[in-house]
């Protein structure tokens, strides 16, 4: 941790394990204490994440107070499917300070819907399909098999650093300088890390996200540019925004530049621990993983229970835009409601035997991409990278499996949950 301290300029793997730290929270047992809430006190009075985690929200250090935390999935959904009542804008003061307000978490009703008719289209399945071929190509050629040899390897080595690859070129990044990317992704990270709530962190890491959001900015704007010289005629994320039109407005290189920034740092972090989880969960189960491995068509499945059963962000805050009572609660306009989606995707009440990780249930709904207006818009690009990575593996490291000479991996986290490490080995 000290060189996380003492570096402006964290190396990857440091602004990774920077942003783990902050969110880690204490070493309970996070989904014993929900469904001991759920149970005794589901709609609870107060701040959840405060009393018993003690880690940032997105809503900054400053933030108004929060006066419910909710823990049923009934309760989370009607909030999260509210977005007139219960609204997002309170981020652009918390986490989006550091992307200068301009970021479509932060955005609220009309802006929101324009910024989203925007983007969408860049990320629906019809588009991103079509990178697929490419992305099986880099994951095989590139990463993994140089490692076939080996017959063991942290799958995390791969997980850290193919997410931010994929995505990266998919935006309009070069790819042929893989250290200048790698900084890329070190500053979109230092910037998450940057959203503390303790005052000694606070000036720790401030100012590295201050230089960060600097230097991020000018890269992109660097990549705008070219691509704007070169016809922005490309398929690549940043061209095809240029190109979007969406009710006779297009964004100018400012807002492209601003809004690719505010993107980059869930591009390959949140697929990372999402993919942590996936592949620790498959693997801790050698039945399951012949399954798959004989059924390709399975791998959806196991995804979305990962995403049910472990939800990277465990928790989402929404505020009251008017006074309401939720649950026998009063929550006044502009308080914050804490949805407990770790919680919510267990409920015994919506999902049957919720505490077994069962990739053949009914499926329904869970929280783990978000929900309503606010759902994961790069969604489909992360299950497509999933995919082709869990494809991947089974095909060239025969016989994989957990390395028993090695700890076993341990998913874990207050907020931004996975696994450190996934040590493998194989035939």
């Not at 600097?214 to 061209?239: P, W």
């Not at 505010?262 to 189960?285: K, M």
């Not at 012949?290 to 928790?315: G, H, K, M, Q």
């Not at 990780?357 to 009914?362: G, M, P």
Request: proline share 6%; glycine share 8%.
């Amino acid at each position: 941790m000290s060189t996380t301290l003492e570096n402006p300029m964290l190396d990857l793997e440091a602004a990774y394990h920077a942003v783990s730290d902050t969110y880690r929270g204490p070493d309970i047992d996070l989904q014993a204490l929900c469904r001991e809430m759920r149970h005794k006190n589901p709609v609870m009075k107060g701040d959840f994440v405060a009393t018993h985690l003690g880690i940032p929200t997105n809503a900054g250090a400053s933030a108004a107070k929060c006066e419910v935390t909710l823990f049923r999935y009934q309760d989370v959904l009607a909030v999260m499917r509210d977005a007139t009542t219960f609204t997002n804008g309170f981020i652009a003061e918390g986490l989006g300070g550091f992307f200068d307000g301009l970021i479509i978490l932060a955005m609220d009703g009309d802006a929101h819907r324009r910024a989203r008719g925007l983007l969408q289209p860049v990320f629906m399945p019809e588009t991103v399909n079509r990178w697929r071929p490419e992305l099986d190509r880099v994951i095989r050629e590139d990463f993994l098999a140089p490692l076939v040899p080996n017959r063991h390897a942290d799958l995390m080595d791969f997980g850290l650093y193919f997410p931010i690859r994929e995505m990266y070129a998919l935006m309009g990044f070069p790819t042929d300088d893989t250290a200048k990317f790698n900084q890329y992704a070190t500053w979109a990270l230092a910037m998450v890390a940057g959203n503390q709530i303790d005052p000694g962190k606070i000036r720790i890491f401030g100012p590295i996200a201050a230089a960060a959001v600097k230097h991020l900015y000018d890269a992109v704007m660097e990549v705008v540019l070219q691509r704007r010289a070169a016809g922005a005629d490309g398929n690549d994320l940043i061209s095809r925004l240029m190109r979007a039109e969406y009710e006779g407005h297009k964004l100018d290189d400012h807002e492209v530049t601003t809004f690719v920034r505010s993107l980059l740092p869930a591009a390959g972090e949140t697929t990372t621990r999402t993919f942590s989880s996936v592949i620790t969960l498959l693997l801790e189960r050698p039945a399951l993983v012949e399954r798959v491995r004989n059924d390709r068509s399975l791998i959806p499945r196991l995804i979305d229970e990962a995403v049910r059963y472990e939800p990277v962000a465990t928790f989402k805050v929404r505020q009251a835009a008017r006074d309401i009572e939720i649950g026998g609660v009063k929550v006044r306009s502009g308080g914050l409601v804490q949805c407990m989606v770790m919680s919510a995707n267990r409920d015994e009440d919506v999902f049957e035997n919720a505490d077994t990780f069962d990739i053949d249930r009914k499926p329904k709904p869970s929280f783990g991409f978000g929900f309503g207006a606010h759902m994961c818009i790069g969604q489909f690009v992360a299950k497509i990278e999933l995919q082709c990575a869990v494809n991947a593996i089974l095909d060239l490291f025969p016989n994989v499996r957990l390395d028993p000479a090695r700890p076993a991996p341990k998913i874990a986290g207050a907020q931004l949950r996975g696994a450190k490490s996934v040590p493998v080995i194989w035939d």
